[in-house]
């Protein structure tokens, strides 16, 4: 069974920084894309960041680049997210997703996170 858990929110004030972390199981995704999405409440879910199975790719958001850096290690088949840089915009759930490409589009990815919250206070 595929399994995906996010962790590493919490609540910061803005300007400070968090990193996000999820854990993959159940296959090994090294070959696959993944990426952050996040929802906020009463929005629709929104693309944070992707990157391709080698790393080599990383793709952004405007609302975040520059903030904001996606990272992997197949080795440990775990997807990261810094956050640098926190507004309080960006208060939202963050989900993991896996799939075949690095694509902004969310209907793209097969396997999903529950997520982790972050709030950012001002």
């Known amino acids: 069974q595929v399994q995906l858990v996010e962790s590493g929110g919490g609540l910061v004030q803005a300007g400070n920084s968090l990193r996000l972390s999820c854990a993959a199981s159940?296959?090994?995704?090294?070959?696959?894309?993944m990426a952050w999405f996040r929802q906020a409440p009463g929005k629709e879910r929104e693309f944070v960041a992707a990157?391709?199975?080698?790393?080599?790719?990383?793709y952004y958001a405007d609302s975040v680049k520059g903030r904001f850096t996606i990272s992997r290690d197949n080795a440990e088949n775990s997807l990261h997210l810094q956050m640098n840089s926190l507004k309080p915009g960006d208060t939202a759930v963050y989900l993991c997703a896996v799939g075949l490409v690095p694509t902004s589009r969310s209907a793209v990815y097969n396997y999903w996170g529950q997520g982790t919250q972050v709030t950012v206070s001002s």
């Open positions: 990157i391709s199975w080698t790393g080599d790719s990383t």
């Open positions: 159940g296959r090994t995704f090294s070959r696959y894309a």
